[in-house]
């Protein structure tokens, strides 16, 4: 017995064959002292990336995925292919302000904190260790 496939199953079952991967992804963290915090965000992909449905949340202080985050911010605009975009606190220091796109407090992180990035409700990609309250052990 032969299997056959209409055009529109086989591509179907190549999608499901292929492992979906992110073209927004945090490509780069800064925690300095103080104030001086900032995210980068990359298009990996080919093509211009529409930012519209991404959100960046902030988990503070060990809190779970589970939970209500700290901060969120919803990004709008397009971004070209293998552009980046930077978000900084908004006192940070004027060489970080420099290299800024963009100003929000969802980069008031510390140590124990984490930062996802969601395409609507699915994430695309964390640092931190969501879920981990180090106590007095900082």
Known sequence: MSLRLTLPALAVALNLLT????ELLITEYLEGSSNNKAI???NTGSSTLELAGYRL???ANGRALTATPTS???L???LPAGASWVIAHSAANAAILAK???????VN????DGLVLYFGSDVVDSFGQLGVG???AW
């Open 100 to 106: 800024a796109n963009q100003t929000s407090a969802v």
């Open 40 to 42: 980068e965000l990359t």
């Open 134 to 136: 180090p106590g007095t």
């Open 19 to 22: 492992p979906a991967q992110a």
């Open 76 to 78: 709008s605009g397009s």
């Open 72 to 74: 969120e911010l919803a």
């Open 57 to 59: 949340a902030l988990f």
């Open 109 to 112: 992180f510390n140590g124990d």
